[in-house]
């Protein structure tokens, strides 16, 4: 099980330094995880596999230990532009937490920028080795404006999604999409995870 971490950019950036100091291989991915299902669990276990063959390839290394895998969960804003104004359907918050809780993850957090890419700015804070979407592969030109951006030679892979599931076809199929309105179903975190 991992951690979920509330956005601080210094904070993220110790724990991945500290985590590559240990040895081992940073990958990141992310996602809006809304409403969170098993084509999820799928990609993120699918994000923990293509790090241990990159783990495989360094065996000759011995100071490589293991593979830690970074999550960012898109902020309740950028999920209603890119997916509607119904979404999202669960808050940033409870998101980010159900995300930690799965055994393929080691770290989430929520970025808070919505007008470029979240993922693409924590990567520039916590360095990964490999990055990892889902569905599309890479193009080209992302390619190279990532690279360019983090000043580094990254590894860029993707997960196929299985089509038969997806958040949209699981709202559409419980007759909720569209009766819904933002909120409806908010989990406040001081709620479900009070000390």
Request: hydrophobic letters at 35%; charged letters at 35%; proline letters at 3%.
């Amino acid at each position: 099980m991992g951690e979920y971490i509330p956005y601080d950019g210094r904070r993220l950036e110790r724990i991945a330094k500290s985590e590559k100091k240990k040895g081992n291989v940073i990958v990141l991915a992310g996602g809006s995880f809304d409403p969170i299902h098993g084509g999820h669990v799928y990609f993120l276990r699918k994000c923990k596999e293509y790090g241990y063959e990159y783990l495989n390839e360094l065996l000759d290394k011995p100071e490589v230990e293991s593979v830690i895998l970074f999550v960012n969960v898109k902020n309740d804003r950028r999920v209603s532009i890119t997916k509607g104004e119904d979404r999202p359907v669960f808050d940033q918050g409870y998101r980010a937490r159900m995300i930690a809780s799965l055994d393929a993850v080691d770290y989430s957090t929520i970025h808070h920028t919505f007008n470029q890419s979240p993922t693409m700015e924590l990567a520039k804070i916590n360095k990964p080795d490999i990055m990892i979407k889902g569905d599309d592969r890479w193009m080209r030109r992302e390619e190279r404006e990532l690279r360019k951006f983090l000043g580094y030679k990254i590894r860029l892979e993707h997960v196929k999604r299985k089509k038969e599931i997806s958040s949209t076809r699981i709202l559409q199929g419980m007759n909720i999409f569209g009766a819904l309105n933002r909120g409806h179903v908010n989990i406040l975190e001081e709620n479900l995870y009070a000390k």
